[in-house]
């Protein structure tokens, strides 16, 4: 059985589905929602309703609000258009779903109790789109915020699994949001020890030099030119009650601060939104909050490879060459290739368990934007039957991932006259495709291993949430991870 949801504080609130859902009651009064994709759905209104839709040349295929009123005058209903486009004999879009369409209406209804008038195919995934698409974040607006609409849920399964995803994407996306000056690598293991105590999970770190002692050599390289001491962060959980011989599942992700890219610097433009550089450890919190919430019976581990990636006397340079955590050592080709260094480590430690499944996360390569834009992010395994249920399991959540190849014959451009590998490529061809593959040697020992280099962030405003910070997949690994090992 679900717990109910509870998500550490952020910035935002402590519980981002708390604002959004009510529970269901039967003798309360809320303002119907009917999502119209046909004339036939238009039939199932009044008729007052149906000659005041007609009179406001309302359409199906219209994706905005119209508000019918009542006799009194009150908000009696909304309806809104749902039909999607015709294919034209093409694959339908995969994002072109009335359960999506649900998350437009959140920012455009004035305040209220609401429900759906209308019966969807995916109720779950119809509750989630409302609480993501009224995702706000207001840690830095003065004065009050606005009182936003509610939905009514009626209590069960579906309302404790939207609450976990809805507060987990919350958390995550707050986490991305908050500037880096708010941000740094003790902020993020704040945020990883309140996510902790909520859900009774183990947390340490391995901070500054204790790094190097620790052998975490890469990661100490990383983030010691930064006054904020570089650090490797881990939470381990599982179900109270539960056999300890339970699935192992490890989550790594990235967790740069900042990324100036070092001493090979990136421009002003590259900088603007490196606050998004810790992308990959936001999206592993998220992704942990869900699985926790909802007691997935699994041995959860997570690391973050948290640091800030800045320029000072004591930089690592490029042509440095150092001996990671595995052993292998690493020639710098590219100190604005960090993500790739201070993974590796984290890497290497979760290896040595031989997890079931060990997932990575990172804000990796601008390649990966390059081939598939910011909504599609890639992923990468071996594995046959993981790749299948992965990008299967995204399309279901509305949280799309694609697959690119593990392309072995692409590791000779890792290869390094002076040391064990090269942390970039001779050239500018296959930069996701490098990186990952650079990822790789440093697993060796767990049963499945996937990838996912994600953008970390919305460019623009969509119905699943506005412009900003977005943990992509980690709905779609939540979802994996109940269903695989349930």
Known sequence: MAKKSTAPTSGNSAS???????????????IPIWFVADAMALAALPPTHQAWLTAQAFKPTQRKPFFLPAPDGSLAGVVIGCAMPP??????????????VVGMLPPLLPPGTYSFATEFKDPQLAAVSWGLGAYRFRRYKSGDSDPVPKLALATGAVAARAHAIVDGTALGRDLINTPASDMGPAEIEDAARALATVHGAKISSIVGDDL?????????????????APRLIDLRWQPSGKSTE????????????????GLDLKPSSGMLIMKKDMGGAAAVLAAAHMIMATNVPVRLRVLIAAAENSVAGNSFRPLDVIKSRAGLTVEIGNTDAEGRLVLADALALADEEKPDLLLTFATLTGAARVALGPDLPPFFTDDEALAGQIAATGLAVADPVWRLPFWSAYEAGLESPVADLN????????????AALFLRKFVKNACSFAHFDIYGWRPAPKPLGPKGGEVNGARAVFELISSRFK
């Open 423 to 434: 942390n970039v490529a001779d050239g500018p061809f296959a930069g996701a495709v490098i």
């Open 87 to 100: 294919s034209n004999g093409r694959p339908a879009d995969p994002m072109a779903r009335a359960e999506l």
């Open 246 to 261: 339970l699935p192992r599942v490890t989550l790594v992700g990235k967790g740069i601060a900042f990324d100036t890219g």
């Open 212 to 228: 190097l002692t620790s052998n975490f050599p890469l990661i100490h390289a990383v983030g010691r030119a930064s006054p904020r």
């Open 16 to 30: 981002a589905a708390a604002a959004v859902f009510t529970s269901h009651d039967a003798s309360a009064k809320t």
